[in-house]
């Protein structure tokens, strides 16, 4: 059976339930599902991680929302995220589709969260794809 994993971080809900519901709707049903739920985008790379060791699923789903403050905050996390994300697909030979939305304001965010412009459907549309 193929098993995703989707991880969702669930600082901005109402944008990442958005995106959840994208990648629900959109996955292809040869596909088991589990959904774990995080606080922010920062612990999506290290419950991946867990869930490899764990539960031995090898694709993923990242879900989430850095949006850019008055800090350099997000600059780190937006790095630190990707950055982890790439390493595990390396490290690990599994595969990470990633709807985690680095963006300038919320706006944006809900601009990529709708029905007709889903990033959390392109995320789960390239996981069909690759393991069809």
């Not at 595969?95 to 990033?119: F, G």
Request: glycine share 6%.
């Amino acid at each position: 059976m193929n098993r995703v994993g989707i991880v969702v971080a669930n600082y901005y809900p109402e944008i990442t339930s958005a995106l959840l519901e994208g990648v629900l709707n959109t996955l292809d049903n040869k596909f088991s599902q589990t959904i774990y739920e995080v606080p922010g985008a920062w612990e999506v790379v290290y419950k991946i991680n867990s869930i490899i060791e764990i539960e031995k699923i090898d694709k993923f789903i990242a879900i989430g929302v850095i949006c850019k403050g008055d800090t350099d905050h997000y600059e780190y996390i937006s790095a630190g995220v990707a950055n982890g994300l790439i390493s595990t697909v390396v490290s690990k030979n599994v595969y990470i589709a990633n709807s985690i939305l680095n963006v300038l304001n919320l706006q944006q965010a809900k601009e990529r969260a709708t029905k007709s412009n889903n990033k959390g459907s392109e995320a789960a549309l390239s996981l069909n794809k690759l393991f069809s």
